[in-house]
T-cell receptor
């Protein structure tokens, strides 16, 4: 069964450093998403991406964040200058269609620790 | 904004007993509701969804969920729990075009 994969599984970085989290969505999916979960809190939507552009973003997704699909398979989330409060589990997801009835498939997550 | 609530932190159940994980929702318009499960070191796995139609929705691994409009609930159920069902369960609602709004999750512990 095809799966969304994410690398690395755990990333430790110092405050102010740039990090890139990588995701490989399911191969025939066209819609891509990033979510995050701060320890002990809810899973929160960050951004959705389609046709090489952001289609929707939350208030969390400020200028420090960016997303890119650099090639036909990878989907990345970049945090330009990490802050302590960026420490969280980051989940990538993909779906074959857009719209309320289509489920999103999630990767295993990258745990980001900012020190 | 759409939202869901999962009132319990942890659900303990004996193996073989029925399992229920509660979820209530708050939406404007038609609700599109989902259940996901997270096993240790794995991503969120889709279990089932309610879009329209029958109030009882059947999903993966023997799980089902009952949509109740009058009680604004979408409880996840399994008639006979297995130890392997021990995991974190998330209820979610479609919020906007593409985003999912999740509940805080419920840890299910199935006791052998």
């Amino acid at each position: 069964e095809p799966e969304v994969t994410q690398t690395p599984s755990h990333q430790v970085t110092q405050m102010g450093q740039e990090v890139i989290l990588r995701c490989v969505p399911i191969s025939n999916h066209l819609y891509f998403y990033w979510y995050r979960q701060i320890l002990g809190q809810k899973v929160e939507f960050l951004v959705s991406f389609y046709n090489n552009e952001i289609s929707e973003k939350s208030e969390i997704f400020d200028d420090q964040f960016s997303v890119e699909r650099p090639d036909g398979s990878n989907f990345t989330l970049k945090i330009r200058s990490t802050k302590l409060e960026d420490s969280a589990m980051y989940f990538c997801a993909s779906s074959s269609r857009r719209g309320s009835s289509y489920e999103q498939y999630f990767g295993p997550g990258t745990r980001l620790t900012v020190t | 904004a759409q939202s869901v609530a999962q009132p319990e932190d942890q659900v303990n159940v004996a193996e073989g007993n029925p399992l229920t994980v509660k979820c209530t929702y708050s939406v404007s318009g038609n609700p599109y509701l989902f259940w996901y499960v997270q096993y240790p070191n794995r991503g969120l796995q889709f279990l089932l969804k309610y879009i329209t139609g029958d109030n009882l929705v059947k999903g993966s691994y023997g799980f089902e969920a009952e949509f109740n409009k009058s009680q604004t609930s979408f409880h996840l159920k399994k008639p006979s729990a297995l130890v392997s069902d021990s995991a974190l369960y998330f209820c979610a609602v479609r919020d906007g075009n593409n985003r999912l709004a999740f509940g805080k999750g419920n840890q299910v512990v199935v006791i052998p």
